[in-house]
């Protein structure tokens, strides 16, 4: 694992003050485990929805693949300098931040 992958791990938040990407894709926390699981939860009105998908990172890129539904998807990522992690999906940019 290199420094930028390292660097996933651990809980993320949808930003708030990314009003792009909280219209586009809700309220969602991204878990990056070290295990290469990655938890996709969608916080709906009074339930939450969990999507549980494999990932590996290639440079700067993380490689997803959800194991009910095989599909291999390729989402760009960068950190900002104040720590926000953005990624890049399909041409459509969204911002979270460090989570509990």
Known sequence: ???????????WRFDPTDLNG?????????????????????HGPGKDDVVRLTYTVESDFIVTNQPSQPRVERTHYRFTSDGKLVLNFAGKES??????
Do not use: P, W
Request: glycine content about 10%.
């Open 95 to 100: 911002r979270y931040v460090r989570g509990i």
């Open 22 to 42: 909280a219209s586009r894709y809700g309220k969602v926390t991204l878990e990056f485990c070290a295990d290469g699981t990655l938890l996709y939860i969608s």
């Open 1 to 11: 694992m290199n420094d930028l992958s390292a660097a996933l791990l651990g809980t």
